[in-house]
């Protein structure tokens, strides 16, 4: 392979798919109401890149259904059985493993896909960024933390890949005993009752895209880039990695930019590929965009309204109707939600309720978790009081918290207390050397004869033998 051959091969995205089947699979059942379908996902991804390996992690003894269509799909299964104490995360840490030994090992893989709505793939989608990795993550609206889709390369819903109806595999066989109303106005909350498939939701309004396109146009023209299509959506994706054209009702970006056009909001020039996009002055409308954020306390207090009700759990469904009954001023579709689930959503992560998957009863609510109390500052081993100025009476001596006083400051004040000290006012005398370093005992004299009972040298070499 020549070098320009090999330049261009590195050049394309090389993806590697990484599916948590337990997180994804719970979070289609409890949402849309029906089996995860993997192909879409492989679909979509191989609009971006080639897919250079695919891995699914989940026990597969109890999935017999999935297996036949990650087998159909080339998906390599990664088996994962439970220790007897429980190994709720080992999926979890299995597949972060896997994906940064690719990392490390496989330079040419450059793009990561990671199918799952877990919150806990956060670091593992940040280490990845900083080796420069483009990171894909698909998962539903409904149940994938808002978190996540928000520090991703691209979030792809799972929801916009069966707009199409290319996709319709049969819904979750329904279960006996199994309660809940289906969604109300401007979309469901859950799907409805077991075996029903959610209604399609109604497209958002394009006004609530001008914004981002603004923003992208001035950043394009502050690189004094021609804003065509592709450079116009990779922007978009930039600035916000939830953005997609299906939330609009549009299949592609192009009749995304054809509806703006339509609705005078944008200018465009040239046709297909090449075609020039710029802003209209007057394009935005005059009612303000509204922030998620406002429609929280809202929530907040219908939730209050029935905390009873809501500490035994509630169908995602009942808390649309309360809502719908008590806050009929809250439309959140105005806030950029498609569903009112993609609202509880956002209120989970932003600790207003706690929402949990349920395979029978759909998408559940409850109060939210009571954050941990913040542990008391410990005590310091030693305390000292803080002397008053103006008084006269002496400081308080430094002593340990138990009340006994520390040795070294005991030591120290017996050396250099004048209370202490010898008689004469001198300071204590230093320490002589003889607790330093043993002295060498003295030579002792034998009387008249004079001689030493010193240890005599032993006689040097040159010294001359007796005669």
Known sequence: MTYARYAHYMEK??????????????????????????????????????LAAKFAYANWGRQEGATRQMA?????MVQRIPSPRGDKNGADINLALDALEMAFTHQHINGFAIVSGDSDFIPLVNKLKEYGKTVYIVGGKAFTSTILQQNCSEFISYESLLDDGKYAPPPVAAAAGASGSHGGRQGGGGGGRRGEQRAKPEPLDLALAMPLVERAL????????QPQLGLLKSTMLQLTPTFSEKAYGAHSFSEFVDMLKKADFIKVSGTGGKSIIERRPTALPEQPQRNPEDALPVLQRVLQTHGAALAAGATSEQVQSWVEA???ELHWSAYGFQEFTELLNFAQDRAVARIEPDEERGLMVYPPAEPEPMPEPL????????????????????????GAEDPLLSAARAMLDPADAPAGGSAPAKRSGSSRRRRKPAAKSSGAEGTSTAPRKAPSRRSKKPE
Do not use: C, W
């Open 13 to 50: 995205l090389h993806i590697a798919v990484f599916v948590d089947f337990d997180n994804i699979e719970i979070g289609v059942k409890s949402t849309l109401r029906r089996e995860f379908n993997v192909a879409p996902v492989l679909d979509a991804l191989k609009e971006r890149g080639l």
């Open 379 to 402: 005590a310091p081993p030693h305390a000292l009081s803080e002397p008053d100025p103006e008084s006269d009476a002496e400081p308080e001596q430094y002593t340990m918290a138990s």
């Open 326 to 328: 008590e806050a009929p």
């Open 72 to 76: 159909e799909n080339a998906v390599q």
């Open 218 to 225: 001035e950043v394009l023209e502050r690189r004094e880039v």
